[in-house]
């Protein structure tokens, strides 16, 4: 089992469309959560961290599942603008390991 | 004024070739790292630096060396550079190593094509 997991995708949708997707990770020790944005041929973006009582940020909204052991990103009202890459990323604790999920491409229609 | 600025952005050489990326941040951060981005897209970490201190060190050949001359720079020299070395290199840095800390800001990356 990979360490960090994500649909690769695409996941294509309408415009105004809510999207959701998952992220798990295998270590229990895993300590900070995040993800990232990449768009094409560009650097990795911080878009939230994720936070154990969950977050919300405009149209974006992080969880944490640790019993689970997965981190979700919801969109809400997609817009063109979000089609990019979103990556997960999972630090141990003490930072001794920082592992990027492989991305999840999504695609926003008009 | 970019945070973590790279050198060059484009780099195509021949095998066998030594080249090296630069990278510097004027962000004031205590952490630097170098990733490896393949064709594929995964995005693994090879270098940690904490104020110049290695404290991560993935399975990398060690063709590659980091070189950190202050916490504010970090290179990386390749040596015989081989076709699986193409890829986009990414520079990043972090305040630092601890929960509130660890959010990195990425440079723009550096394409290397070895031919």
């Known amino acids: 089992r990979k360490e960090v997991e994500q649909d690769p995708g695409p996941f294509n949708v309408p415009e105004g469309a809510t999207v959701a997707f998952n992220c798990t990770y295998s270590?229990?020790?895993?300590?900070?959560f995040f993800w990232y944005r990449q768009d094409c041929r560009k650097e990795p973006k911080l878009l939230m961290s994720?936070?154990?009582s969950g977050n919300e940020d405009g149209r974006f909204t992080a969880q944490l599942n640790r019993a689970s052991q997965y981190i979700s990103l919801l969109i809400r009202d997609s817009k063109l603008s979000d089609s990019a890459t979103y990556l997960c990323?999972?630090?141990?604790?003490?930072?001794?390991?920082?592992?990027f999920g492989s991305g999840t491409r999504l695609s926003i229609r008009p | 004024d970019t945070a973590v600025s790279q050198t060059p952005k484009y780099l195509v050489t021949q095998m066998g070739n030594d080249k090296s990326i630069k990278c510097e941040q004027n962000?004031?951060?205590?952490?630097m790292y170098w990733y490896k981005q393949d064709s594929k897209k995964f995005l693994k970490i090879m270098f940690s630096?904490?104020?110049?201190?290695?404290?991560i060190n993935e399975t990398v050949p060690n063709r590659f060396s980091p070189k950190s001359p202050d916490k504010a720079h970090l290179n990386l020299h390749i040596n015989s550079l081989e076709l699986g070395d193409s890829a986009v290199y990414f520079c990043?840095?972090?305040?630092?190593?601890?929960?509130?800390?660890?959010?990195?800001?990425f440079g723009a990356g550096t394409r290397l094509s070895v031919l």
């Open positions: 630096y904490n104020n110049k201190e290695l404290i």
């Open positions: 990323v999972v630090i141990l604790s003490s930072a001794s390991k920082i592992i």
């Open positions: 962000l004031g951060h205590d952490t």
């Open positions: 270590n229990s020790a895993s300590q900070s």
């Open positions: 990043a840095s972090s305040q630092g190593q601890g929960v509130t800390k660890n959010i990195q800001y």
């Open positions: 994720v936070y154990s």
